[in-house]
């Protein structure tokens, strides 16, 4: 390891050692696992083309990755080597590793989950692709300035990506625009626009290097003038439109989890590579000198959300178009194929595109879209349309191009039979089933918290990092007094290197022997950060009262990035930093409340943060948070949850018991009814004279003197709408939080709640839940010689 470090570094990168760069050591430590990791992933690739098995195509416009040098090293069993090389070349390996940028090409838990699935595939040995977008920037980065969300541009390809291989003769043209002729029953297509998507492939090996599959992100490039010559007869516009879209199109994720806004650049990003998977998969096929007819037996086809739902009719244009089935053939063999997962309730968030634009951007797709439409009216008639009120449904579409659709958690799943695809439901009742999200423990166990883990496998070895259920061998041990006190010691050392790093990054005195109390995800009305922010301010003021009640120390930690244009999420974010200065600087609180919001919050943050969480905050309002994937790592990092039953929560309580799970709030049936009372959120505040006292605080300016009416807009949303039932639920939450209070000083008995969460999360690996798929969806079998190995 030692010498194929100085060989990268001198040959690669052209340095030596005494005039090396951490940036170029870095360099050199990667090239050398990948060297490595080259060794395992072409073995694979070429048994998966041998056997000629079934892949699994995973389609996602976002995987949110975060580091790799780390994840590279663990996976193959390397870091300690990698770590004592560096040490004798006199570098520091966690200084190497923390310079990598963190690859941000997603928004939150969906692109997160793609990057787990990823690794749970590699590591049971199914043979998988996952195709995405080569974006030149990630999601933005996030400052605060006076207390106030700035975003500043994603740079992570200015550096060397060496983890990728780009594939420049893996090459096709995606068209847009024009229109359709029709002669002897056959459609001809004539583009307006053209750009060449090319490939990009990054290796992912699974545990112990067993098996290694393929991260195919795809990049724009301008057709070439000599090609479109022979095409076009020598049109040099199109040249320049050609090189004017390829620039666009990758540039830039979009940073909006929100509200779909329609924009044209989105649905070309889609289309894009959408398409270009979609040949690239139908290539292969055909390379293997297959017949078309049999495309289901080779490839199971994800969609992850409806961001790629355009699949459907890309995939019929081209069997009907190109490979000359028939429409009604090319239908079922696509519907056989596709697999659509649903990520959201919200209906904001779920894709419309106007019939206009989409026919104007994808006119021969628009036409197979109205034959989906009219076969799938004649056979169901009355069913529910995706053609509406001038919009083409995305939903709609993926469902009815799907055989089996997923909900990712039993209450998500069971709410988009009832609610959403009601109808549909009614149609096709096999067609819903449900694969409760899960997470990958090599990053977030083994990997983020090293005391943890090493104490866990010291006790029952490291089977647990293939077969996460081996958890379960800990349970009898939450008597067991030595075996907690470790346990806890291992806390303890985490959040003594969140303090340093708090103190150093951001100048605030945080006590590691205070309750970290932690929210991090995206901000959003519906995950309600609000209601945390207003619970501190209540808390607060509780102290401020009665400064020596005995109270238990608390830092509430914040973390998350609010959509660009979602102006209450933004309002959202200044008030917790105007309560945090004003919280921080209070000499009477001083030594028992803090807030703290690091700016910037991504996947490296997080792999720090959740190893240091004693109670995770999972407050969504019921019904409303689809799964939620931060509430399992957090467990199991042995934090305990304050949550209401919403998504995965349900299921998470159900597994580590409900007296190790601080429950409150209205259930999702409960919320429906309470919308159904006029004026539920002024009578809740008429009855709190908690709240009413915080609201009247923040309106009259205490925390924000400079602007007393800063606030003004949001606290009026509480009592003229609160559709997120803040006000309903606060009463409960307060009181929660001060049993969380009695139970942490308890210290032997916090443990044992601890650790049985950590033992009892068996059920929320991400392999559990990539096995579901695998059955219920996909019909492939993890490759034997590695599930054994
Ligand atoms: C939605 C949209 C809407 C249109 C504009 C662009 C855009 C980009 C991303 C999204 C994603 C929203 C859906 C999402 O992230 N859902 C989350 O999925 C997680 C994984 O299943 C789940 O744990 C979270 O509860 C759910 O909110």
């Known amino acids: 390891m030692k010498n194929d470090i100085l060989r990268h570094l001198r040959y690669g990168l052209g340095k030596d050692a005494a005039h090396s760069s951490t940036y170029d050591w870095r360099m050199a430590l990667s090239r050398a696992l990948r060297d490595r990791m080259v060794d395992h992933w072409i073995p694979s690739t070429q048994a998966a083309y041998k056997s000629k098995s ?9 995987f949110l990755i975060g580091r790799l040098v780390e994840d590279m090293a663990s996976n193959l069993g390397l870091v300690d080597e990698a770590r004592a090389a560096l040490s004798d070349l006199g570098q520091d390996y966690d200084l190497i590793v923390k310079d990598e940028p963190d690859a941000a090409l997603g928004n939150g838990g969906l692109g997160r989950l793609a990057a787990c699935f990823m690794d749970s595939l590699a590591t049971l040995g199914i043979p998988a692709m996952g195709y995405g977008i080569r974006y030149e920037h990630g999601l933005f980065e996030q400052d605060f300035v006076e207390g106030q969300q700035v975003e500043r541009p994603e740079t992570w390809l200015q550096q060397d990506h060496i983890w990728e291989f780009e594939r420049p003769e893996v090459e096709y043209r995606i068209t847009f625009g024009g229109h359709v002729e029709h002669h002897h029953d056959k459609a001809h297509w004539h583009p307006g626009e053209t750009v060449l998507a090319t490939a990009y492939d990054t290796p992912v090996i699974g545990w112990k290097g067993r098996w290694g599959n393929t991260l195919r992100l795809w990049a724009a490039q301008p057709v070439k003038v000599f090609d479109l010559a022979s095409f076009n007869r020598g049109d040099y516009l199109s040249a320049s439109r050609s090189e004017a879209l390829a620039r666009t199109i990758c540039r830039v994720l979009y940073p909006d989890d929100t509200t779909e806004t329609g924009k044209e650049l989105r649905l070309k990003q889609e289309y894009f590579f959408t398409s270009a998977s979609i040949q690239d998969l139908i290539r292969r096929f055909m390379s293997d000198g297959g017949d078309i007819r049999n495309l289901p037996d080779a490839a199971a086809i994800q969609l992850n959300d409806t961001h790629p739902a355009i699949a459907g009719p890309e995939l019929i244009r081209l069997l009907v178009d190109d490979h000359g089935l028939k429409m009604d053939e090319a239908m079922a063999l696509a519907r056989r194929c596709l697999g659509y997962t649903n990520h959201t309730l919200l209906p904001e968030a779920l894709e419309r595109w106007p019939e206009w634009l989409f026919g104007r951007v994808l006119p021969r797709h628009l036409e197979i879209v109205r034959e989906i439409e009219d076969d799938h009216q004649r056979r169901f008639p009355g069913s529910p349309r995706i053609l509406e009120h001038g919009n083409v449904c995305m939903g709609e579409l993926a469902f009815i191009m799907a055989h089996k659709v997923n909900g990712v958690s039993a209450l998500h799943t069971e709410l988009v039979k009832q609610t959403v695809f009601a109808d549909l439901h009614k149609l096709h009742p096999q067609r819903i089933v449900n694969e409760t999200n899960g997470i ?86 519906y995950k309600r950060q609000h209601m945390n922010i207003l ?55 001083k030594d028992l409340l803090k807030v703290v919001y690091p700016p910037n919050y991504n996947v490296t943050m997080a792999e720090m943060l959740i190893p240091a969480a004693d109670l995770s905050e999972q407050i969504s309002t019921a019904g409303k948070e689809a799964s939620g994937t931060g509430n399992m790592k957090f467990a199991l990092n042995g934090a305990l949850t304050i949550g209401t039953l919403d998504g995965a929560n349900v ?37 709190s004279p908690r709240m009413q006292r915080i609201f009247g605080q923040i309106v009259e300016g205490r925390f924000s003197p400079q602007d007393p009416s800063r606030y003004h807009g949001l606290v009026g949303t509480f009592y003229d709408s609160d559709y997120f039932l803040v006000t309903c639920d606060f009463d409960s939450y307060y009181d929660t939080q001060r049993r969380a209070d009695e139970a942490f000083k308890n210290e032997r008995n916090w443990a044992a709640m601890a650790l049985t969460n950590t033992a009892s999360m068996g059920f929320f690996s991400s392999d559990r839940t990539i096995k579901g798929y695998a059955k219920d969806i996909w019909h492939v079998g993890p490759r034997p010689d590695v599930a054994e190995a």
């Not at 102290?543 to 309002?571: C, L, N, Q, S």
């Open 54 to 62: 079934k892949r699994v195509y995973y389609l996602s416009m976002e």
């Open 651 to 687: 299921e998470i309580r159900e597994h580590v018991g409900a007296e190790n799970f601080f429950l409150f709030g209205l259930t999702a049936d409960e919320v429906m009814e309470r919308r159904t009372h006029p004026g539920y959120a002024r009578a809740a505040i008429d009855a």
């Open 535 to 589: 619970e501190t301010i209540a808390l607060w003021n509780e102290m401020k009262a009665r400064p020596d009640a005995g109270w238990t120390p608390r830092v509430k930690i914040f973390g998350g990035k609010a959509a660009p244009g979602y102006y209450v999420a933004k309002e959202i974010i200044h008030l917790i930093n105007d309560v945090a200065a004003t919280i921080n600087n209070d000499p009477v609180t």
């Open 440 to 525: 990958t423990q090599r990053r977030w166990l083994k990997t983020c918290n090293p005391a943890l883990s090493t104490l866990i496998t010291g006790q029952i070895g490291d089977g647990w990092i293939t077969d996460l259920d081996e958890l379960a061998k800990l349970k009898p041990l939450s008597g067991d007094a030595q075996f907690k006190d470790a346990f806890m010691a291992a806390k303890r050392s985490n959040k003594e290197r969140l303090s340093n790093w708090v103190k150093a990054e951001m100048g605030i005195d945080i006590d590691p022997a205070a309750m970290f109390d932690v929210q991090i995800k995206r901000i959003h009305e």
